[in-house]
């Protein structure tokens, strides 16, 4: 049977980075094994649902570049692909389990009896239902469903016994019936499935094969397992991913820094990047090589190589990545990835003349940029004016106030009559100067970096000259000069 696998978001919040390597290791075991990948919107949690979240879905898959074979934006033969539009089939299996005695009908009211109901069973159970309606005798029950009375249906946990499965990466795992949270809620009183019904229902009927999913829903895997024993489906093989940590061993989360892949995209990651560092978050590929492609990550990937213990998310590593991302995308290509960052910078328009300067800035950034959004701190100086630094920071160890004065007035000349165009004449046109008055070439160019940049990390002086131009850079050359004459 061909591999189908599934990544089931509830669109409750905006794609967190953990989920999207869930995502990704589906993705890779499907097209590693020439199967197929389907997304399906798990929307029961109706109090948290957000449209917004839902296209924030589409929205992160496709910056990130691998997408689904089926789903509700693409569709497929095993559709509807969101839940909500399920509910008659949701209804339909939950009666068939109480039919079967797997279920019962339950009409406790108030809180205290029915224990954690409604949302707060949907994913974490709990202990609390004492099953008080679990003995009802079924014929009077169905009495009361028929005559109105409003009812959740519950899964009967067996009162001993064990439920076993096998997890590909994890082995065998064994819970006492015991210990299973007591007879959660499977429809709720609305016609709502909650998540385990709808899960169990989905992964059969759309066939899935094989469910890779975060270590948080082992608790629940118990409680699915009952419920396939009873419809008398086969189990799907499962496999639950090694959590994703934070440097100090806690679950991945914002105190640890960026977490939604906005955010991420925001700060200016290239998506190759992130795609490739998540990939080897909890899984090992060829020894030292760190650099894989999306083909390569598909070739190599393998449910062996998954690592039992947990992964650490390292944002400096992280950053390292895109820094080598950045520097294999063509200048052409990165002018037009970092465009959309200076426009919102408000320091170019998405213009000729907007991506015309890019192209002449991109070489002389490329090498020192970590992200994207490094580029306007960068650059930013070729267009705004900035307070004139103070003598201190103009005035180099070698030299005195008078001096710095005396260099700022010659580079002026020197730019004027060079031009910065032809870089080895005015680098030639410095030294001889510098020569000529018995300064260092630092001492003569780190005045006139400062002048016109206002910072002493600027990008290669001449270059960095040449995005000001000429004019505005003998301006500032002057406004110094000025300062130092104080
Ligand atoms: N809707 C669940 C989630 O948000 C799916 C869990 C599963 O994959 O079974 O992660």
Redesign the pocket.
């Known amino acids: 049977m061909s591999v189908r696998v ?5 669109p409750t919040g905006l794609q967190h980075i953990g ?1 999207v390597r ?1 995502a990704l290791f589906n993705y890779l075991f499907a097209k590693s094994q020439n199967g197929t990948f389907i997304v399906r919107l ?1 929307d029961t949690d109706r109090t948290r649902f957000r449209e917004e979240y839902v296209q924030n879905l589409y929205d992160t898959f496709a910056w990130l570049g691998f997408y689904w074979d089926e789903g509700p934006d693409v569709g497929g033969p095993a559709g509807p692909y969101v839940q909500s539009e399920r509910l008659a089939l949701y209804q339909q299996y939950a009666h068939e389990l109480v039919k079967k005695g797997a279920a019962y009908y339950c009409f406790c009211k108030d809180k205290r009896t029915q224990g954690n109901d409604g949302e707060e069973t949907e ?1 974490e159970g709990g202990f609390g239902y004492p099953r008080t309606c679990r003995n009802l005798d079924p014929e009077e029950a169905k009495r009361r469903v028929d005559a109105g009375e409003p009812y959740v249906i519950r899964l009967k946990i067996p009162l001993e016994g064990t439920t076993v499965f096998e997890d590909l990466l994890l082995g065998t795992i064994e819970w006492k019936n015991v210990d299973i949270n007591p007879d959660p809620v499977l429809l709720k009183s609305d016609g709502f499935p909650t ?1 385990h019904l709808a ?1 169990v229902i989905d992964d059969h009927s759309m066939q899935i094969t094989h ?1 890779m ?2 270590q948080e ?1 082992i608790s ?1 895997t118990p409680l699915h397992i009952i419920m396939y024993k009873a419809f008398g489906w086969e189990v799907p093989k499962l496999c639950h991913l090694p959590m994703v940590l934070g440097q100090d061993g806690h679950k991945l989360s914002k105190r640890h820094g960026a977490t939604a892949v906005n955010e991420f995209k925001k700060k200016g990651y290239l998506p190759e990047a992130l795609v490739n560092y998540v990939a080897l978050l909890g899984c090992s590929y060829k020894d030292g090589q760190d650099i894989y492609s999306l083909d390569e990550l598909i070739a190599n990937f393998s449910i062996k190589h998954l690592n039992k213990a947990p992964a650490v998310f390292d944002y400096v590593k992280l950053e390292w990545f895109n820094g080598q991302y950045i520097r294999m995308k063509s200048d052409e290509e990165l002018a037009r990835l970092i465009l959309p960052f200076m426009c919102d910078a408000g320091l170019l328009n998405d213009d000729n003349h907007g991506i015309e300067f890019m192209r002449k800035a991109v070489p002389l950034i490329k090498e020192r940029l970590k992200y994207l959004s490094d580029a306007p701190l960068m650059l930013g100086f070729v267009f705004k004016d900035f307070d004139v630094p103070p003598q201190e920071e103009l005035i180099p160890k070698k030299l005195d106030k008078t001096a710095t004065a005396r260099v700022l007035f010659e580079a002026k000349a020197l730019l004027i009559k060079h031009g910065v165009s032809d870089h080895a004449v005015i680098e030639q046109a410095f030294r001889t100067k510098a020569e000529e008055l018995g300064y260092k070439l630092g001492d003569m160019l780190m005045p006139l970096r400062m002048a016109v940049t206002g910072t002493k990390v600027s990008p290669p002086l001449f270059e960095s000259i040449a995005l000001v131009g000429i004019e505005k850079a003998c301006a500032r050359i002057d406004a110094a000069v000025q300062v130092l004459q104080k």
């Open positions: 599934r990544y089931a978001p509830s989920s869930t798990e994913n998540y899960n469910i999913r975060a829903w629940s």
